[in-house]
Nanobody, 129 residues
Framework: QVQLVESGGGSVQPGGSLRLSCVAS????????MGWFRRRTGTEREAVAS????????YYDDSVKSRFTISQDNARNTVLLIMNNLKPEDTGMYYC??????????????????????WGQGTQVTVSS
């Protein structure tokens, strides 16, 4: 069955960095929408970054733009999320998700979790001094 496995979470101080990794098994990430989502305490799950792995177009939520970078490694069937200048409000559980591309739509974070069919178990990110 399809598996998405996240890793790389941890505890860092404000201003620190983390590198999250999502490895897909039994699923080819090429020409897909791959997204990173987070759930912070007291809030609903939100999309923070996504990538169209067919054309390489990337999308970011305004709260993480210029600090987070999403990328793909087709050889390793992996999607990465590089997080810099972390803030306490970035604390939460981070999830990787995957879906097929739909004709006439994009992989934009504005679509939220709509259509995402495969999800990982999540990796915890804590930013605290």
């Amino acid at each position: 069955q399809v598996q998405l496995v996240e890793s790389g979470g941890g505890s860092v101080q404000p201003g620190g960095s983390l590198r999250l990794s999502c490895v897909a098994s039994n699923y080819d990430i090429r020409a897909k929408c791959m997204g990173w989502f987070r759930r912070r305490t007291g809030t609903e799950r939100e999309a923070v970054a996504s990538i169209d792995t067919g054309g390489g177009v990337k999308y970011y939520d305004d709260s993480v733009k210029s600090r987070f970078t999403i990328s793909q490694d087709n050889a390793r069937n992996t999607v990465l999320l590089i997080m810099n200048n972390l803030k306490p409000e970035d604390t939460g559980m981070y999830y990787c998700a995957a879906r097929g591309r739909t004709y006439g739509t994009t992989c934009s974070v504005a679509g939220g979790s709509l259509g995402y069919e495969y999800w990982g178990q999540g990796t915890q990110v804590t930013v605290s001094s």
